[in-house]
């Protein structure tokens, strides 16, 4: 089993910046991917940016420019610099790891952290 726990969150206005980390830990034999999703009350949960193991990155259009996604392979650690924060930022932010459990394994299974609250004022 893998456990992802998600840390950084908090208030901060308009503007401002946060920084989010996430640690994976458990039983597995590799991460593939590492990623970052939210979910506003009311609404879906959508992607906010990925990092595969190759440094390959996704973002969604609403923060390019703003956030920075990275990660560091020897601490199993996916970050979050988020900058310039609007008020529709806010969201619970979650943590997700695409990950192979044990070597020769062709498929993946995906893990989810508990999330981390982010609200920007206005």
């Known amino acids: 089993q893998v456990q992802l726990v998600e840390s950084g969150g908090g208030l901060v206005q308009a503007g401002g910046s946060l920084g989010l980390s996430c640690a994976a830990s458990?039983?597995?034999?590799?991460?593939?991917?590492m990623g970052w999703y939210r979910q506003a009350p009311g609404k879906q949960r959508e992607l906010v940016a990925t990092i595969t193991s190759g440094g390959r990155i996704n973002y969604a259009d609403s923060v390019k420019g703003r956030f920075t996604v990275s990660r560091d392979n020897t601490k199993n650690t996916v970050y979050l610099q988020m900058n310039s924060l609007k008020p529709e930022d806010t969201a619970v932010y979650y943590c997700?790891?695409?990950?192979?459990?044990?070597?020769?394994?062709?498929?993946?299974?995906?893990?989810w952290g508990q999330g981390t609250q982010v609200t920007v004022s206005s």
């Open positions: 997700a790891a695409e990950v192979r459990t044990r070597l020769g394994q062709l498929f993946t299974n995906n893990f």
């Open positions: 458990g039983s597995f034999f590799s991460i593939n991917a």
